[in-house]
């Protein structure tokens, strides 16, 4: 969602620039910063029924939450390591688990 929406405004496809790939991760960090602190889940969570909850306690999580999830998200290399309960390392440090809705 995040490519279309930086095409759409960038007027079409054409090359990859180092530009609208910035714009592309700043739009997705937004999104999922923004989405995540306020409504527990980002765009594409809710597409799939699946929110973000603490997992200590299973409660909403908070806004430092959702900052360092999508930070250690957006570096990916954290979010393609998981441990025995299936959590990322951005989930492990943010204290946070996906579940279905």
Do not use: W
Not at 78 to 101: F, K, P, Q
Request: hydrophobic residues 50%.
């Amino acid at each position: 969602m995040s490519y279309a929406i930086v095409v759409a405004l960038t007027g079409g496809i054409g090359g990859a620039s180092n530009y609208r790939s910035l714009s592309v991760l700043a739009l997705f960090f937004a999104e999922v910063f923004i989405l995540s602190a306020l409504q527990g889940a980002s765009a594409g969570h809710r597409i799939v029924g699946i929110r973000i909850i603490r997992f200590s306690d299973k409660g909403a999580i908070t806004p430092l939450q959702a900052l360092i999830r999508t930070t250690l998200l957006c570096l990916v290399i954290t979010a393609i390591t998981y441990d025995d309960n299936g959590r990322g390392i951005h989930e492990r440090l943010s204290n946070s688990i996906l579940v279905r809705r």
